[in-house]
């Protein structure tokens, strides 16, 4: 069952769902408008022609922060990361969805290839997987409305919550933009 607002704002003002920084007037019917952050993740093509899952994916992109007003611009079938502002702490008994915003998905904008879904017991900064699918460049500015988060009420509390120390999960605690492990995959440290 998807939380609806009234219950997203009980459970933020209860203190076991964390969106930080919180803005009542971000609360939409069944979720949470989050805001892009200033920094991002960009493939340095020019170093690299390929991306090898066995090596892992370290040195192949390079860190860009953008200044207050200042755009980032994706251009067509470019892949970046970027982050959300707000850093969030989804308690052990809700799982989280993200989704792009609608009038940002009407001119080819995706905010997520495959993780749009946050475990039980993530904390930290989102990271976005952005990608332009639309046939001119797109300008993205700090701060901007980029995505949606809602909330789905588990069955039960998770046992063994994101960040457990069986789970070795790789990006509990995250600032920024945090580049891939693709290292996980392959099970190597």
Not at 58 to 77: A, N, Q, T, W
Not at 78 to 89: D, R, S, Y
């Amino acid at each position: 069952m998807v939380l609806s607002d009234g219950d997203i704002r009980k459970r933020v003002k209860k203190g076991d769902l964390v969106v930080n920084p919180f803005e009542p007037n971000c609360v939409q019917p069944s979720s949470i408008d989050l805001h892009l952050g200033a920094d991002f993740l960009v493939f340095d093509s020019h170093s690299h022609t390929v991306i090898d899952t066995q090596k892992g994916t370290r040195g192949l992109m390079k860190r860009v922060l953008i200044k207050k007003d200042e755009p980032i611009i994706v251009h067509p079938r470019e892949f970046i990361l970027g982050t959300t502002v707000e850093k969030v702490k989804i308690p052990v008994d809700l799982v989280a969805r993200l989704e792009g915003k609608s009038s940002l998905g009407r001119i080819g904008l995706v905010i997520h290839s495959t993780a749009g879904y946050v475990d039980p017991g993530f904390e930290g900064q989102l990271t976005l997987e952005i990608s332009n699918l639309a046939n001119l460049p797109i300008a993205l500015y700090q701060g901007m409305k980029i995505c949606q988060i809602s909330f789905i009420q588990m069955t039960s509390p998770s046992e063994m919550p994101y960040g457990h120390k069986k789970l070795k999960s790789h990006y509990q605690g995250q600032k920024g933009t945090a580049e891939s492990n693709l290292n996980s995959v392959w099970g190597k440290k």
